[in-house]
């Protein structure tokens, strides 16, 4: 009776171990149509020349055309003369840096509106490269999460 509690969980240990191998091997495939999808991103320059054709920058001449704004509703810094401002295509004025910084964590939205600045397939892309930068870690993950479900399991097999 003894050995057969033995047989039955070694077919179970062995069933577990099977079914984590599926499991990690399922995680690669994963892995690598994420990444297939990551080559169609387009880095941070590109997005910020996408972004320079949509809403180009200019000086900030003092004085205004009247009705413009003084200060960047991003910082809330006042316009000083020289300084570079972006018009968006909603009318609104801010400083190039802020609105550059805006728009690469968000999806490339107005800060006051949030009228889109961007089509959103070029925001999805410019994601996905984000992602890939912060998280570019290999296989050994994968093989530290099997051996986290199993523990010393997987040791005592090889």
């Avoid at 205004?64 to 968006?88: A, H, Q, T």
């Avoid at 107005?110 to 930068?133: G, S, T, Y």
Wanted: with cysteine; glycine share 6%.
């Amino acid at each position: 009776m003894a050995s057969l509690s033995q047989i039955f969980s070694h077919i179970y240990s062995m069933t577990m171990l099977l079914f984590s191998i599926l499991l990690l091997e399922l995680a690669i495939l994963v892995r690598g149509a994420a990444r297939a999808t990551v080559r169609r991103s387009i880095t941070t320059e590109q997005f910020l020349k996408i972004v320079d054709q949509k809403a180009p920058a200019r000086r900030y001449e003092g004085g205004g055309l009247g009705f413009e704004p003084l200060e960047c509703s991003v910082c809330l810094s006042l316009y000083e003369e020289g300084d570079e401002v972006r018009k968006l295509k909603c009318k609104h004025t801010f400083h190039k840096g802020c609105v550059d910084t805006w728009l690469q964590q968000d999806y490339a939205t107005c800060p006051l509106c949030r009228r889109a600045v961007l089509p959103i397939d070029v925001v999805v892309k410019h994601q996905n490269h984000r992602l890939q930068e912060y998280h570019d870690g290999g296989d050994e993950e994968l093989m530290l999460m099997l051996y986290a479900l199993h523990g010393n399991f997987v040791r005592r097999l090889f």
